[in-house]
């Protein structure tokens, strides 16, 4: 901690007081160096978490100055701690929560994993394709967790040595992280990109869905297909007992009306005209009336994820109306580079950076800068624009899942004690390159059919 403080805030303090010629920006205004500066200074955080990534982002809020102000009012700046993508978030975890209480989620798991038979092999892509349903509308961390309790009565019919073992452990975190990609409050990575889609580029909820889902599913084959490759179950059959029965209260009712509203809603915007981030607001107003979620429930709602989307969100707002994420983009020699090498170079910064930091983190950083990247340059229009280099970034930065830090799920899977480094280190890193290549793929054939 002692040393972290340091490294982190040193690179900001020499931003803002070298003179902006010995940064290699001849003519950078100002208030452009002092948000440089700010910008180094959450990377350097992020990085180095001399304090809780999420705290940086209320540091964020502090821009300092009159000039500062004259451009970004602090109520603007606060205004991001209510915007609509929060909302968006907020409606996720109080289904999340409602769901766990009224145990929604296990016996969904227990009716969904019956078609899948005795065979470990399809067992595991049935915990597989539940793990990435679940984490499509509810936080992967706590799908991760849900899912992991699941497995435990599951292992029991495997025994102990089996490689198979391994392989299911590890395709819980795997169809976690992939999942995510599949609607736009799966993960906040994809919550981010949709503040840069907007005006021609904009994403309903089910325009999200109908390439994040089929995006999801493939990958989610792919990395099934290279467990069942690395660590084979040596079981043929294996017995299910997993218990439990759906309630009958008034009270788990309204929970289920409400859940399969709110994503039929979700499904049919252009129907009804409301938009998802309005719908996501049903479940928090009839659960908090019921009493459904109580003021203890709220203690569970992931605090910390809203505070970090905030400050992301804030500090893209700093680099648009500063300009500077524009300068940035001019000074980097993108423009001397063909648009394929841009639109590839990125994600894979994209994917390496989410391997080390959070990728909620990568996202706050990168796509303000990639969204400003696909608007000014006329080479990258012929490839999709705004819209194909925000979405192959924003599938990139949930692609990461090589080391236990790179993701929550990860952690969790390795906190478990049933994984080793090297084991999760193998089939992660191979599932985030396969993954990286089936996004390039999926973001091609949304050019050919004309969807950016």
Request: aromatic share 10%.
């Amino acid at each position: 901690m002692k040393l972290r403080v340091p490294a982190a805030v040193i690179p900001a303090l020499l931003i803002l007081l070298l003179p902006a010629h010995l940064l290699g920006l001849e003519s950078l205004p100002g208030i452009q160096q002092r948000m440089l500066a700010i910008f180094v200074m959450a990377v350097s955080f992020w990085i180095l978490e001399p304090i809780p990534i999420f705290a940086t982002s209320i540091l964020l809020i502090f821009r300092g100055g009159p000039e500062a102000e004259s451009l970004i009012a602090y109520t603007r700046i606060l205004q991001t701690f209510a915007s609509p993508i929060i909302m968006l978030f907020l409606g996720g975890f109080f289904l999340a929560i409602a769901a766990t209480k009224y145990r929604l989620d296990i016996n969904l798991a227990r009716v969904l994993l019956k078609p899948f038979g005795n065979n470990p092999r399809w067992i595991m892509l049935g915990l597989m394709f539940i793990t990435g349903t679940f984490s499509m509308f509810m936080s992967n961390t706590a799908t991760t967790a849900l899912m992991l309790a699941i497995l435990s009565p599951v292992l029991r019919g495997m025994r102990d040595g089996d490689p198979g073992r391994i392989a299911f452990v590890l395709s819980i975190p795997i169809a976690a992280n992939i999942g995510g990609v599949g609607t736009p409050i799966g993960t906040p990575p994809n919550a981010v990109a949709m503040k840069y889609l907007v005006g021609s580029d904009a994403i309903t909820f089910a325009e999200w869905m109908s390439f994040g889902i089929p995006l999801s599913v493939v990958i989610m084959m792919v990395a099934w297909m290279l467990l069942l490759v690395i660590f084979p179950p040596q079981e043929k059959e294996m017995e299910l007992a997993i218990k439990g029965e759906f309630q009958t209260s008034w009270q788990a009712w309204i929970v289920y009306v409400i859940f399969a509203s709110t994503i039929l809603l979700w499904l049919t915007g252009k129907l009804h005209g409301l938009n998802s981030y309005v719908v996501a607001l049903l479940p928090v107003a009839v659960f908090l009336a019921f009493r459904i979620i109580t003021k203890e429930d709220l203690k569970l709602l992931s605090w910390d994820v809203l505070w970090l989307i905030s400050g992301g969100i804030a500090l893209g707002l700093g680099l648009e109306e500063t300009g500077l994420s524009k300068t940035l983009v001019e000074v980097l020699p993108f423009s001397e580079w063909p648009a394929l090498t841009v639109l590839v170079g990125s994600a894979v910064i994209a994917l390496l950076m989410s391997t080390f930091i959070s990728n909620t983190a990568t996202a706050n950083l990168l796509l303000p800068l990639m969204a400003a990247l696909g608007s000014s340059q006329p080479a990258l229009q012929q490839l999709g624009g705004t819209k194909a280099i925000v979405l192959i970034n924003t599938f990139a930065c949930s692609m990461a899942m090589a080391l236990p830090v790179s993701t929550p799920p990860n952690a969790l899977a390795f906190a478990s004690g049933m994984l080793k480094g090297p084991e999760l280190m193998k089939a992660g890193a191979l599932v985030s390159i396969l993954g990286l290549l089936v996004s390039f793929v999926a973001v091609w054939l949304m050019r050919l059919v004309g969807f950016v």
